[in-house]
């Protein structure tokens, strides 16, 4: 399992020109879902970000955590993190979870959010999104 996680000041999704999902400062979260993947993994996962101390505190020190702040996410599928560019010019994404197992622990990775977080936006699953953001750093950390 591969997180994406980006500290925003604010950030969108929209699928057919509708926004689906927003929030304000919080983490934007891009989700690859890998082939050996478990629930685990995601639990795992989701403590550590939730854990994250990445907010400025009032001396400017990177001290708080997203519940500290009162933050918000929005997560978003993204099985391109499971892209493998070795060999040619073509991505491979034969690592990614299959779409049945993927959507699973994407789903299963919100419902762990919003036991840490009360506000989580999602993006939709296998659609075609544009997310917008702005990057409050700008700061990104990959969770593996």
Do not use: W
């Not at 969108?12 to 082939?35: P, R, Y």
């Not at 993947?37 to 403590?47: A, H, M, N």
């Not at 978003?76 to 010019?89: P, V």
């Amino acid at each position: 399992m591969k997180a994406v996680i980006q500290r925003v000041s604010r950030a969108s999704v929209l699928v057919e020109d509708e926004t689906i999902g927003s929030i304000d400062n919080g983490f934007l979260v891009l989700l690859g879902v890998g082939e050996e993947d478990t629930k685990e993994d995601v639990d795992r996962i989701v403590k550590k970000m939730a854990g994250l101390r990445i907010f400025a505190d009032s001396e400017g020190k990177t001290n708080l955590s997203l519940k500290d702040v009162n933050g918000s996410l929005l997560v978003i599928s993204q099985f391109t993190l499971y892209a493998d560019c070795r060999k040619g010019n073509r991505p491979s994404f034969v690592h990614a979870a299959k779409p049945e197992m993927a959507e699973a622990l994407y789903e299963y990775f919100v419902e762990v959010c919003r036991s840490y977080v009360p506000k989580v936006e999602t993006g939709s699953f296998g659609a075609h999104m544009r997310v917008e953001l702005v990057n409050d750093g700008p700061f990104t950390v990959l969770l593996e």
